[in-house]
């Protein structure tokens, strides 16, 4: 599944994130692209709250990863930037992967340096546009069908 969305504003964007967070099941990869400033931690907020986290969801920029449990669905909402990591060694002493299991949804920002750890049946998401500007969201689930 392919869709091309365009949002103006981070509410919009926010919106977007929790509409695709509901119709996420756990054991999901999904991996958001896009330059500094282009909205991925908003989205990532928005799929949070949609799959269920009650707490406050703040950015892993200095902690990497961040873990919420989803208490009425066995579920843990992982949260991950990787922005910081220069090489593929770091990810894995972190244990990136050990989050890639079927009670997990992983939501990683810049996957870039672990493209070689992440699974075949990953959803991607690319952000375009920065400051004020509106943003154009690809979403590319491959063979997975959210029906958005
Ligand atoms: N349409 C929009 N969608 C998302 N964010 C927007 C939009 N318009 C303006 N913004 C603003 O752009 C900023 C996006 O910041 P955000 O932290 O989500 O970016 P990021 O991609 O996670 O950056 P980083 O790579 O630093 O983690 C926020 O300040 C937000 O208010
Ligand atoms: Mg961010």
């Known amino acids: 599944m392919e869709r091309l969305m365009k949002t103006t504003s981070s509410e919009e964007t926010f919106r977007l994130g929790e ?24 989205l990532a907020k928005g799929m949070g709250q949609g799959l269920g986290v009650k707490e406050e969801i703040t950015s ?16 843990q909402f992982i949260h991950m930037d990787l922005y910081r990591l ?3 060694e770091e990810a894995e002493v972190i244990g990136v992967t ?19 750890l992440l699974p075949d049946d990953k959803i ?10 509106p943003r154009t969201i690809l979403i590319n689930t491959g063979d997975l069908e959210l029906g958005l």
């Open 19 to 42: 509409r695709i967070g509901k119709r996420l099941q756990g054991g999901e990869v999904i991996c958001l692209y896009g330059e500094l400033g282009a909205g991925k931690t908003v």
């Open 60 to 75: 892993p920029t200095f902690t990497l990863i961040q873990e919420y449990d989803i208490k009425d669905r066995q579920l």
């Open 86 to 88: 220069q090489v593929l």
């Open 98 to 116: 050990d989050y890639f299991r079927d009670d997990c949804v992983c939501l990683l920002e810049w996957p870039e340096i672990i493209t070689d």
């Open 124 to 133: 991607e998401i690319q952000l375009k546009g920065s400051g004020d500007l």
